[in-house]
Structures are given as C-alpha cells and as structure tokens.
C-alpha cells in the first residue's frame, strides 16, 4: 500500500539471538522509534555557493527501545551484562524491641530464605539514635554481650529488655537470578521485530505493520533507580549493523518494513 499513515501506538517488540534463538518478548513499551539517517557531504568549487558535487557520507541509522519495567534479559541485550540462575545471598537490616523473649530476625521467613548464620551484627540504639554494638557471647549474655538461636532469635542481658536494637545480617535463597556487569562487558547483535497495528484513515480499515532490524546491537541507559512513587524507564540505543544476507533476509536489507491492510 502507499497510502500515508499515521504512526501511533506500540505493538509489542521482541529479539532472536543471531543463531535464531527467541530471546526476549514485551508488551509493556512505551515507545520504538527507528530513524534512518542519511547524509551528503558538498564539494564545492569555484565562484558558485552552490554544491556542484554530493558524496554519500556513512550511514547513521539508529533504533530507540524506552521500556518502564526493568528486565535482567534487558541488561544482557542493552549492557551486555552476565545473567546467573542460583543461589542469592540478600543484605538487610531491622530494628525492633528486644523483649525478655528475645528478637526473632523478621526477613528469613517473610521472604522464604534462610539465615546466613553467623552474619549478624546486633546493635542497642539510644533514643538520641547512637548505636552500641554488642559482642557475641560464648555463653550466657552481658548487657554488652548478645546470644543467637539457629533460627535468627536474639536475647541478651535482662538490663537491655525493652530496648531498640538493630540488627545487619544475611540471608539467602535456593533460587535466584543475578545481573553482573564487568568493565569489559560488551552487547551482543540480535534480531529486532516490532509488530504492531495502524489504522487507515481514509478506510478506517485497520494496517498490519511489522519493523524489523536484522543485525542490532544494544546500547543506551538502562534505569535500576528508584524514585519515590515515580516509575523508572530506560532508554536503550542500539545501534544497526550491516546484516549477512540469510535465508529470511535474500536482500541483505538491514532494516524493513512492511504492510497490509
């Protein structure tokens, strides 16, 4: 068809790995945007301000991707980082009431982890919030000592009841997944489609409309922040590649894009 159309609305995108493996799929984009770039360079000559010559300089075609949720298959596409299943071992800290009962550790079990034991640092905390750590007892507490259970309880001296206490510990879990970025941490190329729909407005028919990028390579800023009651997005810039002429791509096109109504 060559009737013009209004581009709006976002489809959903997803990339195969060059050896045709499905990588990633999103509905939940904000935005795609694909924008050739090409450009003359002007030789000039003579008494003329006119050009009498154009040299094609090199192309700069670019895609942009702006996504509001944070993927790890993301990290790898955009930062090239390092994606692992397995173990995680988690940071955290609480502060309660250290009661005559003692102070069970909240996270383990409100997470479904278990105690890093032997991870813990207990602390008193004055009502001017000065904190006083206390050892580790080997056997019965003093009030500048502590004692832990296997299952995270505290208990120290009876002249501490009732007194705050913090406690920095660890925990892990059995399952897990970890993003890693190294210093020399590069993006592979992928395969990009966006597939997405058009209305003809002239017809009021609705256009399939599919953008696909052969050979990308990722880039950008990819937002892990966190902004009170203010959603992160990130923004990724990936770059096209001259592709291999392949048996879905006869034309060796690096970019195309088709529709139907």
């Given at each position: 068809?060559?009737?013009?159309?209004?581009?709006?609305?976002?489809?959903?995108?997803?990339?195969?790995?060059?050896?045709?493996?499905?990588?990633?799929?999103?509905?939940k984009?904000?935005?795609?945007?694909?924008?050739?770039?090409f450009?003359?360079?002007k030789?000039?000559?003579?008494?003329?301000?006119?050009?009498?010559?154009l040299?094609?300089?090199?192309?700069?075609d670019?895609?942009?991707?702006?996504?509001?949720?944070?993927?790890?298959?993301?990290?790898?596409?955009?930062q090239?980082?390092?994606t692992?299943q397995?173990?995680v071992?988690?940071d955290?800290?609480?502060?309660?009431?250290?009661?005559?009962?003692?102070?069970?550790i909240?996270a383990?079990?409100?997470?479904?982890?278990?105690?890093v034991?032997?991870?813990e640092?207990?602390?008193?905390?004055?009502?001017?919030?000065?904190?006083?750590?206390?050892?580790?007892?080997?056997?019965?507490?003093?009030?500048?000592?502590?004692?832990?259970?296997?299952?995270?309880?505290?208990?120290?001296?009876?002249?501490?009841?009732?007194?705050?206490?913090?406690?920095?510990?660890?925990?892990?879990?059995?399952?897990?997944t970890?993003?890693g970025?190294?210093?020399?941490?590069?993006?592979?190329p992928?395969?990009?489609?966006?597939?997405?729909?058009?209305?003809?407005?002239?017809?009021?028919?609705?256009?399939?409309?599919?953008?696909?990028v052969?050979?990308?390579?990722?880039?950008?800023?990819?937002?892990?922040?966190?902004?009170r009651?203010?959603?992160?997005?990130?923004?990724?810039?990936?770059?096209?590649l001259?592709?291999?002429?392949?048996a879905?791509?006869?034309?060796?096109?690096?970019?195309?894009i088709?529709?139907?109504?």
């Amino acid at each position: 068809m060559a009737e013009p159309l209004v581009f709006d609305g976002v489809g959903k995108i997803w990339t195969r790995e060059l050896d045709g493996t499905l990588k990633y799929i999103d509905e939940k984009i904000n935005s795609v945007m694909f924008a050739p770039q090409f450009a003359w360079e002007k030789v000039f000559g003579g008494e003329s301000g006119y050009p009498f010559h154009l040299t094609a300089q090199d192309l700069a075609d670019t895609l942009s991707i702006e996504v509001p949720r944070y993927s790890p298959l993301l990290a790898e596409l955009s930062q090239g980082a390092a994606t692992e299943q397995r173990e995680v071992t988690f940071d955290e800290n609480e502060e309660g009431i250290l009661a005559a009962s003692g102070y069970k550790i909240k996270a383990p079990s409100k997470f479904g982890g278990t105690f890093v034991t032997g991870s813990e640092e207990v602390y008193l905390k004055s009502p001017e919030g000065a904190l006083t750590k206390l050892a580790k007892a080997a056997t019965t507490p003093t009030a500048e000592q502590y004692s832990i259970t296997a299952d995270g309880t505290i208990t120290s001296d009876s002249t501490n009841e009732n007194k705050n206490i913090i406690v920095v510990f660890k925990w892990k879990k059995d399952k897990g997944t970890i993003n890693g970025f190294t210093g020399t941490r590069k993006p592979k190329p992928f395969k990009f489609v966006h597939r997405f729909e058009l209305i003809n407005d002239r017809t009021g028919n609705p256009v399939q409309v599919q953008l696909t990028v052969y050979k990308a390579i990722g880039g950008g800023t990819l937002n892990v922040g966190a902004t009170r009651k203010t959603p992160s997005t990130s923004t990724l810039a990936l770059e096209v590649l001259e592709p291999d002429i392949t048996a879905d791509n006869p034309n060796g096109y690096a970019a195309e894009i088709i529709f139907s109504e």
